[in-house]
């Protein structure tokens, strides 16, 4: 069982930027796909970005140029940095993990989720 920890979120203004990370100690993140998703309250969760074993990456359409999902496989953490925030962006973000290879920004694929940390744009 994967145990991932998010952190690195917090409340910004519209234009800011933050940087979320995700532990997961005692794993290799080069042997799973990993992934950001979001849910706002009262909304759907919806899929962010993946990234796989060899650092090839997927995003959703209307985040891609904003957002960057990037691996450092050395301290096992995943980021999601978030440039350009507006207040649609406030919601939970949470990174998920699967074992092998990525299957697109499709939640139910992901077998391993952390707790999420929260975004609040103003």
């Known amino acids: 069982h994967v145990q991932l920890v998010e952190s690195g979120g917090g409340s910004?203004?519209?234009g800011g930027s933050l940087r979320l990370s995700c532990a997961a100690p005692?794993?290799?993140?080069?042997?799973?796909?990993m992934g950001w998703f979001r849910q706002a309250p009262?909304?759907?969760?919806?899929?962010?970005?993946?990234?796989?074993?060899?650092?090839?990456?997927a995003y959703a359409e209307s985040m891609k140029d904003r957002f960057t999902i990037s691996v450092d496989n050395a301290k096992n953490t995943l980021y999601l940095q978030m440039n350009s925030?507006?207040?649609?962006d406030t919601a939970m973000y949470i990174c998920a993990a699967?074992?092998?290879?990525c299957y697109?920004?499709?939640?139910?694929?992901?077998?391993?989720?952390g707790q999420g940390t929260q975004v609040t744009v103003s």
Do not use: H, M
């Open 26 to 33: 005692g794993y290799r993140y080069d042997t799973y796909c």
């Open 42 to 57: 009262g909304k759907a969760r919806e899929g962010i970005a993946v990234i796989d074993s060899d650092g090839d990456t």
């Open 85 to 88: 925030l507006k207040p649609e």
């Open 12 to 14: 910004v203004q519209a």
């Open 104 to 113: 697109g920004l499709v939640e139910g694929y992901f077998g391993f989720w």
């Open 98 to 101: 699967r074992p092998g290879s």
